[in-house]
């Protein structure tokens, strides 16, 4: 018969503590559904399309453009919904913010590295003022997956004003719409214009 050694009840609280620090790591890594990678905003002149007879086009105007790298690890995604907030500052005047909100829905999307943007017109920047923050919540199912602001801060500062739906446009509500239209995924087509 084999003898088995009593081990004291102290070492157990040790041993859990020890096999549940151990584990985290992996479990986060591995649940980690979308991983925001980057946030890059800048103005963009609006693309020039050359039509063979047509009248000349004016001079080109400014469009703001924020641009979400982001990282997928499952491998398919139904859909990824991207809410966009940005923050203005009027360029003179009394200082008074106006924040935009936009979403758009991504479906279909596989493993890999990917890009998500949105754009203000150039009449929004011109008559609200310069971009001074941007953030960008990424939910799955309604959960929230991911979360990043630039600059980058702690706060939740989107939520301490009433945000605009409307001016924030998905890449297809604009003349973005058609360029490099393979480097994008799908966007859900919700039926309203």
Known sequence: MRKYHRVPLSVFPSL?????????????AEGKVVEIRKINGEKVRTPEYRIVGGTPQRPTRRWFQVVVDYLTRPEWVDQLDFEYYVLLKPRKGPVKYKLLKGVVSYVNIPKGRHKSVMYLHPSTVERFGDVVRVAVLVRSGGRLMA?????ASQQRWWEQLTPESGLLLNRMQTPFGMILYDDYEAIKFDGRR
């Open 16 to 28: 859990l503590l020890f096999l549940l620090v151990a584990s985290c790591p992996v479990h986060a």
């Open 147 to 151: 979360i990043e602001t630039r600059p």
